[in-house]
């Protein structure tokens, strides 16, 4: 095994400079079916597959939703851009939150914020987060840097290590790093949403 370590770093910050998210002008403001709005997140968030096969959304996963009371039902079978905001929320949410703590954190904007006239609404509250997200973009660059330049210092004193084996342990080292760092801040997130209130949902 060989890898460009250095080549690896570039990839990786080059990656997370070119992340991005779906924007609210990009959502179409009309009601949609379900197969639109598959097709639409489905083309949106391409990107971040990391295999072709990989499903963004399904009907089935919609249903799911809906049922556990993730997202509002839809009126007339048709789903409109605050619907979407909110299941672009639980795409990237539930790569790291449970369905149950998904509920504890959207059922408040769902059940105060979903289809208000007022100036604070769905989609007002996804920009602003996502602005948020999005500028510590370099601060991200910054850890990556730190986290992957701490690794190469790993295993370099240690004897009876060939190059490849040296090599695969700090590459081993920055992937544990990395890891330990989700691992914290999830845990942190949890903790957090655990001194949240139930969920209450209002009768429709």
Request: with cysteine.
């Amino acid at each position: 095994m060989k890898i460009n370590m250095d080549e690896l770093l570039d990839s990786m910050l080059e990656g997370i400079s070119n992340m991005d998210y779906v924007r609210s002008e990009d959502i179409p403001n009309i009601e949609l079916y379900m197969d639109q709005v598959t097709s639409f997140m489905d083309e949106q968030l391409n990107s971040s597959k990391r295999y072709d096969d990989d499903k963004i959304l399904t009907k089935t996963m919609i249903n799911n939703y809906a049922k556990n009371n993730l997202l509002p039902p839809p009126v007339k079978k048709k789903y409109s851009k605050e619907h979407v905001i909110v299941m672009i929320f639980i795409y990237y949410f539930k790569t790291i939150l449970s369905i149950k703590d998904i509920e504890t954190i959207l059922t408040p904007i769902t059940e105060k914020y979903f289809g208000t006239d007022s100036a604070v609404d769905v989609a007002s509250i996804y920009e602003e987060v996502c602005d948020t997200a999005k500028s510590q973009i370099q601060n991200l660059k910054d850890e990556v840097r730190e986290a992957y330049e701490t690794s190469q210092n790993t295993f370099k004193d240690m004897e009876g290590l060939s190059d490849s084996d040296r090599e695969y342990l700090q590459l081993f080292s920055l992937i544990s790093s990395l890891s330990f760092d989700v691992y914290a801040k999830k845990a942190l997130i949890e903790r957090i949403i655990d001194e949240l209130p139930e969920p209450v949902h209002k009768k429709k």
